[in-house]
């Protein structure tokens, strides 16, 4: 069952004007507020062993560009050429219930421009910005302005409790540069 907006009002905090006051659809659309660009290190995943959970790093990453919340500013635009790659926070925090599951999904003028937007499953217990993966495929640049809607966020209420997310991302961390033990 999808949630009501209503109720996702409730679960996602900082939505934007239009989404607070003339909603669409079954879910809530999600904007651009952070951009990361990747700087070095050394990103890698281990398998689950027999000791219990692998090891793993992410990479460095620096901030590009935020959002201004200062009411009438200026929102400074990102231009994205072939081939590049940015980690995006939302502006939004969301804190989703044990009983639900959000589902994100790109909003179609990205990839109409070429974008392809990464994202995963918001696990119930969740709580924080979320991080997606943001990719350059077309052959041109494209702008996109802090602030733009990128995503549409649609939750779906879960017959039982789910079990918490319980991983190192939590409360929107973009990456680790260094080693840790997965949780």
Known sequence: ???????????????????????EGAGVDLRLGEVHRIVGGKAFIEADGPSGQGLRSGFETEVVMQYQAAPGKAQKKLVLKPGDYYLIKTIETVDIPLTALADFRARSSLFRAGLCLLTTVGSPGYHG??????????????????????????????????????????????????????V
């Open 1 to 23: 069952m999808i949630v009501s907006l209503q109720e996702v009002q409730t679960i996602v905090k900082g939505l934007g004007h239009r989404d607070r006051t003339n909603p």
């Open 129 to 182: 910005e979320l991080i997606f993966g943001l990719y350059n495929m077309g052959p041109l640049p494209v702008t996109l302005q802090m602030g733009a809607r990128i995503c549409t966020a649609v939750f779906h209420r879960l017959e039982t409790v789910g079990n918490a997310y319980r991983g190192q991302h939590q409360d929107g961390r973009v990456t680790s540069a260094g080693v840790e033990q997965q």
